[in-house]
T-cell receptor, first 116, second 110 residues
Framework: NAGVTQTPKFQVLKTGQSMTLQCAQD?????MSWYRQDPGMGLRLIHY???????DQGEVPNGYNVSRSTTEDFPLRLLSAAPSQTSVYFC???????????????FGSGTRLTVV | SQQGEEDPQALSIQEGENATMNCSYK?????LQWYRQNSGRGLVHLIL?????REKHSGRLRVTLDTSKKSSSLLITASRAADTASYFC??????????FGTGTSLTVIP
């Protein structure tokens, strides 16, 4: 089924460990983003990409790296996990908004990360 | 802040009633979108309204936008228990990034 696939669904890390959250979409969407969702704080944008080879920072980029070597994949790397990074992480993608019209995001089902 | 702010934070209604939630924002926008999130799931896009539109309908959903007041409302008519979810407004930034508010938690009591 077409959509956004995130792996893993659940992960427990120890402080200081590193890991990569995977995100893949098969809709040929150019735009992809990573959000984290914390209770009472809504979704906050971590990093986004407007196409292969192009990434930019969002609201809360510290402690995270991204790369976009292909249109399909947009992995999020935690460099040295901290308890403050305990959250639910969502990847989302959308086709470009101009000139082909405006569109919303398609979200993945999320990765629930706990850092102990 | 580029985020929208939803109001109320929580809303509880009886099945069959209408539910109204609001989104206020501070920046100029290109468009505003509403999303639904069921518990433990990702967000689902509901409806998009452009800055030059004032009202839009989709099934039981009605969205209004008042750019002079920098506010939008989402009305769900004849609510059902399956409408129980959190609802978020999202504002598009100058690029294609979207900024989400903290959401309204809607509970529809059967």
């Amino acid at each position: 089924n077409a959509g956004v696939t995130q792996t893993p669904k659940f992960q427990v890390l120890k402080t200081g460990q590193s890991m990569t959250l995977q995100c893949a979409q098969d809709m040929n969407h150019e735009y992809m983003s990573w959000y984290r969702q914390d209770p009472g704080m809504g979704l906050r944008l971590i990093h986004y990409s407007v196409g292969a080879g192009i990434t930019d920072q969002g609201e809360v980029p510290n402690g995270y790296n991204v790369s976009r070597s292909t249109t399909e994949d947009f992995p999020l790397r935690l460099l040295s996990a901290a308890p403050s990074q305990t959250s639910v992480y969502f990847c989302a993608s959308s086709p470009p908004s101009w000139p082909r019209g405006l569109s919303g995001y398609t979200f993945g089902s999320g990765t629930r990360l706990t850092v102990v | 802040s580029q985020q929208g702010e939803e109001d109320p934070q929580a809303l509880s209604i009886q099945e069959g009633e209408n539910a109204t939630m609001n989104c206020s924002y501070k920046t100029s926008i290109n468009n505003l979108q509403w999303y639904r999130q069921n518990s433990g799931r990702g967000l689902v896009h509901l409806i998009l309204i452009r800055s030059n539109e004032r009202e839009k309908h989709s099934g039981r959903l009605r969205v209004t936008l008042d750019t002079s007041k920098k506010s939008s409302s989402l009305l769900i008519t004849a609510s059902r228990a399956a409408d129980t979810a959190s609802y978020f407004c999202a504002l598009r930034g100058t690029g294609n990034q979207f900024y989400f508010g903290t959401g309204t938690s809607l509970t529809v009591i059967p």
